[in-house]
């Protein structure tokens, strides 16, 4: 039995990077279940990405097919994203948000939107950002220039 029933966590999810992969082991060692918010593309084109980003199918699939490798397919929820809060301001039964340093503000409004609606609050957990070898952080960004690869390895 985990800490949770339910937790959540939510990206755009282009690459499954190291940051990603902590994000998710995290998640899945504290909740039973967890839902994965994938943004949808019109959140995408919203969020004003600094790279190209792959169509939500294909984004879906390379997490599934993640989530599979790691024998986490069948504890996990994927759902899409069409605003940056996901089912965690409606979903009481949500009791963890998983979330990265960058990310934390996002979930304090989270905390206080469910607390308005008189939601049960959410615990929220704050991973650390994954670092590159260079001692700056792992981010699809700098792997798609060709800075470093998904395990923070410097290329350039």
Do not use: W
């Not at 998710?24 to 004003?48: H, M, P, Q, R, W």
């Not at 039964?93 to 609606?117: D, F, G, H, M, P």
């Amino acid at each position: 039995m985990k800490l949770y029933d339910i937790a959540c966590l939510g990206g755009t999810f282009e690459l499954i990077h190291k940051g990603h992969e902590k994000l998710i082991e995290v998640a899945f060692s504290l909740a039973d279940k967890v839902v994965i918010g994938i943004t949808s593309d019109n959140l995408v084109k919203s969020l004003g990405k600094k790279h190209p980003v792959s169509p939500y199918e294909v984004r879906v699939k390379r997490l599934k097919e993640y989530l599979s490798k790691k024998g986490l397919l069948n504890r996990a929820i994927i759902v899409k994203l069409n605003d940056p809060y996901g089912p965690s301001i409606h979903d009481p039964n949500i009791k963890a948000i998983v979330v990265s340093e960058e990310t934390l503000k996002r979930a304090l409004e989270i905390y206080k939107i469910r607390q308005k609606k008189g939601l049960p609050p959410i615990s929220i957990i704050t991973v650390k950002l994954v670092l590159a070898k260079n001692g700056r952080p792992i981010s699809t960004t700098r792997i798609l220039r060709g800075e470093i690869t998904c395990n923070g390895k410097i290329i350039k």
